[in-house]
């Protein structure tokens, strides 16, 4: 990553951080992903060679930039669904900031209709929006995520309790290989075997 976007999201955190402090309504929250987290994405998905990309949870695409600019290292692509008209707006700002805008197209609207008609196949989708639905996700993008993909999703060891079923599944499906990574938030990273 070259260092002008480094300070680029280095100073969206920073906002979205403070913001966040500020801000009394949940729904307005950015509610970013840290930059350790950031950098396991990236990580993964340059090392697996990703290249088509889905994220659920947009927010103000900080995570996105992350997402976008390992696909912009496998010459891939990210699909990111957002259901807030406001924040698509300053995700789409930002990722024109970012030089981004061309690598990633943002899904406006309710995360299970827009996944309930999505093609696939993805190599690696994202999960970090309104966890009691991260089973629901889990069943929708199972099907469109590739042998040998990867399936990340955040909060779960902020919010293991919420996300109990999410991973009892992911950990005891014999099609996945599953593992809580406890950087950030608690990523738990599946992949898909067969
Ligand atoms: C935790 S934030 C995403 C943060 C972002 N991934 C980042 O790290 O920069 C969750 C986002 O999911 C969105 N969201 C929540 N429920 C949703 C749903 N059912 N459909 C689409 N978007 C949803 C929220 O509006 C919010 O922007």
Redo the contacts with the bound molecule.
């Keep these: 990553m070259d260092r002008t976007l480094a300070a680029f999201l280095d100073e969206i955190w920073r906002s979205g951080e403070e913001h966040d402090a500020r801000e009394t309504e949940r729904?307005k929250r950015?509610?970013?992903?840290t930059p350790d987290t950031g950098r396991l994405l990236w990580i993964l998905i340059h090392a697996t060679r990703a290249t088509r990309i889905l994220?659920v949870?947009?927010?103000?695409?900080?995570?996105?930039i992350w997402l976008a600019d390992a696909a912009r290292a496998t010459g891939g692509r990210v699909i990111t669904?957002?259901?807030?008209p406001e924040?698509v707006k300053l995700a789409r700002e930002n990722l024109t900031r970012a030089g981004l805008a061309d690598r990633v197209e943002i899904r406006e609207g309710?995360?299970?209709e827009t996944l309930a008609a999505l093609g696939g196949p993805f190599h690696f989708v994202f999960l970090?929006?309104?966890r009691a639905?991260y089973s629901t996700y889990l069943d929708l993008t199972l099907p469109k995520l590739v042998p040998g993909g990867l399936l990340v999703a955040d909060n779960v060891t902020s919010h293991a309790q919420e996300l109990a079923d999410y991973l009892t599944r992911v950990k005891s499906n014999p099609a996945l290989l599953s593992v809580t990574v406890p950087i950030g938030k608690g990523e738990e990273v599946s992949l898909k075997l067969r």
């Design positions: 729904p950015m509610l970013n992903i994220e949870g947009t927010s103000n695409a900080y995570s996105t669904l957002e259901r807030s924040k309710n995360a299970a970090d929006a309104d639905n």
